[in-house]
Structure formats: structure tokens, C-alpha cells
């Protein structure tokens, strides 16, 4: 499970993520984990390769830029998954839109739905380009 949280904090780097809602539920009052067994694992860690697919497909759309205005904000959820806006340059952003598109297209027929993976994503104030890359503004970071 270790792996798993390892996994979706590498996702954050390139996406506006917050502190996540996954993990072992609580069994209320008691203060124990529920297991859910090998079923859930299973659902959530192909909810999370789906995450990491997309934070490559936001990877290969932000980059390269020389100024903050070449960048943009946009939306990087499934119809099947939820996400958090990711920052691409924005003369790439149709060329994103379509391959996030053809993605979800692949992908969400597939993807297991009876786990609850989404993600806690950080206030974005715009796009920054550091170092050649498109990144978000998160609220209250400064570079």
C-alpha cells in the first residue's frame, strides 16, 4: 500500500493535488481500518495507473514554454475519474483535450468502479512556466 501513496504523490508533482481522500476507510466509532481485501487494492491501484497516464499525457503537453502566458489551465478528469487541473502550454491545449480524450475513450470502459479514488486538489491561482515547463499556481506557493 506504501507503493500506492509513493505513486499518487509522484501524480502531484505535475497536478494540483491537495492531501488525498483515498486509503483504508475507518470502521466508525471503533477506530479501526476496515480490509477490504485484494478486490479494492486491485481497483485502486488501476484507478491510479489511470492517474499516472494522465499525468504523462499532462507532461507531454507542457512543455515548452518561455513565458507564463504560454501556458494554460485545464481540466485532466475522466469522465471515469476525477483529477485535478493540470498546466499545459497553450497553443498544445486542443492536441491535449483530444489525447485525454482518446484516453478516456480506452480506459473508462475498463477501469474498476467499485473503489472511491479521487483526488483533494489544491486552490489553482494560473499557470507558471519554470524552467521551460508549464506548471500550476497553487494558492499560497511562491516560487
Known sequence: MLS??????ALCGLLACGTSR???????????QSRAGP?????????????????????????PCSVD???MILNTSLPCQENCQGAVVA???TAFAKELDD???????????ECG???SCAQVTGARCMDGTCLAAVAGMHP
Do not use: F, K
Request: hydrophobic fraction near 40%.
Open 69 to 71: 502566458g504560454d501556458c
Open 22 to 32: 483515498s486509503g483504508p476507510a475507518e470502521t466508525e466509532g471503533t477506530g479501526e
Open 39 to 63: 478486490a479494492a487494492d486491485h481497483c485502486v491501484e488501476a484507478r491510479i495507473d489511470a492517474l499516472s497516464v494522465v499525468a504523462e499525457i499532462v507532461s507531454h503537453h507542457a512543455m
Open 103 to 113: 484516453y478516456a475513450t480506452s480506459i473508462c470502459a475498463t477501469l474498476p468502479m
Open 4 to 9: 500506492l501513496r509513493l505513486t499518487a504523490g
Open 91 to 93: 497553443a498544445q491545449a
Open 117 to 119: 479514488l479521487g483526488p
